[in-house]
């Protein structure tokens, strides 16, 4: 990677931001004299208790913190944060009543609704009153198949409010897909749409949403939302429609106090290898974290707008919602990004005012390939940064970013998952952006990269681990009683360190470098390669739209195969392959360059955007997939099967 900074932030920007005034409050209480964020960063890992009792204090956060900040430190998992804490999620999202814009809807079809913090209030509270009554309290599971619309938050609200569980889906889930996420929790109460928006149609969910019903005998009421205004609704006498289930006269929230470490949210793995894990996340280690990420990582306040593309089927919803808690105004869309056309989103961005414009690293590949270009057709006057994730992020697109979308703004490729329900690596508005790295580690989190055998490394590829723990690691997974699926999922690989499953790099700038998933990497002639560093290069090739990578054994070795989605009308012929090949060998190794080039007409995906390696490649060897249910598109698994060309 190069060495020179894409952005630097302005002396103005250091000064003022969050980040810079939490430092130089450690320096003041502490009496260091830490200079710059990297010395914070090592501060808080050092002095771990004394920095996750500071970010209680300095967010303000309401409830009791309790004496000790961890029991059983160093026990990965069995650490407890904050055990003598009592505290509600809601009340710490809802601490603002006032007419501040707290919820912007936005849908591909040119729906527009507002929510001002009072009536976001006032809207919980009379949800909160209609689950009260129908028998639900603290520890009961309330799921939700919704579109990321203003109901949705304002059903997460009153479900935490009153100490209960939440756990959510998007509405273009199958029928299966649904069954075995919420099927294992057993939810009292389903929430969902008569339908959805997608590249302008309007889809009925009722046969949908009465199958599931049918087959969850948990549920005891159904809650339809009239998102898209369907003739033909769900009926039934536990079926009730929003207006109605509500009680409009109750104004008052009876917030109920919980444990830091009490279950806040279910929500589940990708499902590609088996029925998806129901990872349990904490109520105050949700909290402290997100606080931290949006307040001191992307220095959010009351004066900021926060978009992020996302569904309410991936945890970057989760995310999102948490802006409330530092009072932001939050832009929530649903739909197509490129209904009605491809611009639609950048329009959204300057007529909300959006500052922070958080997406995944395949729209803006998308973008660029579609040749948009806001920088010429986009005032973006408002726009101080620009957060991605979901897959790598490659350094191309951050050219892309600064060329032609705004050339002033901090560009912060983020990377974590569900499991933490927040970032290991992130941005940080005071440190300089760097191609193809993410700016930092989270503050707080012991991260590093090891080799092979244990050992830290920098400059060297390794797994990405986490050496010691912290508040928003899960509280367990749903009915694994002796946490046995939890330790084999994170602690296997090194004995009490959390593996994160990730190839990764730390970098000269203390950046992070990302390779890819770990598991998907690699090892033609036991040399280690993640997958992103092939696709960065393949996508360069304008023909190419997308690609998937995966390694066949073949011949006592493994040789790497390629399969590339191109535009329309173009047929992968020999000076193609030899195209692609050069670019990748140029650009890279020729440990690098696919044995085998191969076309197809789509690449596989999990319902929340993630490419499949592992699928693919069990196609490939003729092995099972098995939950295909967990794909958005299962039937793009037959372009992978039996070639001729892989045998």
């Not at 029928?175 to 929430?191: A, C, N, S, T, Y």
């Not at 620009?386 to 892309?400: A, K, R, W």
């Not at 300089?432 to 700016?439: A, I, M, N």
């Not at 066949?552 to 535009?567: A, I, P, S, T």
Request: charged content about 25%; some cysteine; aromatic content about 10%.
């Amino acid at each position: 990677m190069t060495s020179e900074a894409l952005w630097q932030p302005s002396a103005e920007t250091i000064a003022n931001a969050r980040m810079t005034d939490f430092l130089q409050q450690v320096n003041t209480e502490k009496g260091v004299a830490l200079a710059n964020y990297h010395d914070l960063y090592q501060w808080s890992v050092d002095n771990d208790e004394s920095f996750w009792s500071m970010v209680w204090d300095y967010f303000d956060v309401i409830g009791e913190k309790g004496k000790t900040v961890v029991a059983d430190k160093e026990k990965m998992p069995g650490a407890k944060w904050f055990p003598d804490a009592r505290l509600n999620f809601a009340e710490n999202l809802l601490r603002h009543k006032d007419d501040h814009i707290a919820l912007i809807f936005r849908g591909e079809n040119g729906a527009r609704q507002q929510l001002t913090y009072a009536e976001l209030n006032h809207e919980v509270a009379a949800f909160a009153a209609g689950l009260r009554q129908r028998g639900i309290e603290a520890g009961d599971r309330v799921a939700a198949m919704m579109p990321n619309c203003i109901e949705t938050i304002i059903g997460m609200l009153a479900t935490t409010s009153i100490g209960a569980i939440w756990s959510s889906c998007s509405p273009d889930f199958g029928v299966q897909g649904v069954l075995d996420r919420f099927g294992q929790i057993e939810p009292k109460i389903l929430i969902t749409v008569d339908g959805y928006f997608y590249n302008g149609k309007n889809l009925n969910i009722k046969n949908k949403t009465a199958d599931i019903i049918k087959q969850i005998p948990s549920i005891e009421a159904t809650v339809v939302v009239n998102f898209s205004e369907q003739k033909d609704c769900l009926q039934g006498d536990k079926v009730f429609a929003w207006n109605d289930f509500g009680d409009a006269e109750q104004t008052h929230i009876d917030f109920v106090p919980r444990n830091f470490n009490d279950p806040l949210y279910i929500m589940f793995s990708s499902g590609t290898t088996g029925v998806p894990k129901c990872i349990v996340h904490g109520t105050g280690g949700t909290l402290l974290q997100h606080l931290k990420e949006h307040g001191l990582h992307t220095d959010l306040d009351r004066d900021d707008n926060l978009f992020y593309f996302t569904t309410c089927g991936w945890m970057m919803w989760n995310w999102l919602v948490s802006g409330l808690a530092v009072g932001a105004t939050l832009t929530l869309f649903d739909g197509s990004p490129f209904a009605p056309k491809p611009e639609f989103l950048w329009d959204v961005a300057d007529q909300e005012g959006i500052t922070v414009f958080g997406t995944s690293a395949k729209y803006l590949a998308a973008l660029e390939k579609a040749d948009v270009k806001p920088k010429q057709s986009h005032k973006l006057d408002k726009l101080r940064s620009i957060l991605t994730t979901g897959s790598v992020l490659p350094p191309e697109s951050f050219d892309y970013v600064y060329r032609d979308i705004k050339k002033d703004l901090c560009l912060s490729s983020i990377s974590g998952g569900t499991d933490i329900v927040s970032c290991f690596a992130l941005g940080c508005s005071i440190l300089p952006v760097y191609r193809g790295e993410l700016q930092c580690r989270g503050l707080g989190l012991a991260v590093n990269v090891y080799d092979d055998n244990g050992q830290p490394v920098r400059g060297e590829k390794g797994e990405l681990v986490c050496e010691s723990s912290f508040p928003c690691m899960p509280v367990g997974f749903w009915g694994d009683d002796n946490n046995e699926r939890y330790h084999n999922a994170y602690f296997t690989r090194f004995e009490n360190t959390w593996a994160h499953g990730d190839f990764a790099e730390l970098t000269e700038h203390e950046g992070v470098i990302i390779y890819g998933r770990s598991d998907a990497v690699l090892n033609p002639g036991g040399v280690r390669i993640g997958t992103a560093e092939i696709y960065r290069q393949v996508e360069k090739v304008d023909e190419v739209l997308e690609s998937i990578a995966i390694g066949q054994q073949y011949q006592d070795d493994e040789r790497v195969v390629l399969f590339v989605k191109l535009r329309d009308s173009i047929q992968l012929n020999d000076e193609l392959r030899q195209t692609i090949a050069k670019t990748i060998r140029a650009n890279a190794t020729p440990r690098h360059v696919p044995a085998v080039i191969l076309q197809v007409d789509d690449i596989p995906r999990t319902i929340s955007g993630k490419i499949v390696e592992l699928a693919v490649r069990n196609v490939v060897h003729g092995e099972p997939v098995k939950n295909t249910d967990a794909l958005a598109n299962p039937e793009t698994l037959d372009y992978f099967r039996d070639r001729e060309e892989l045998r």
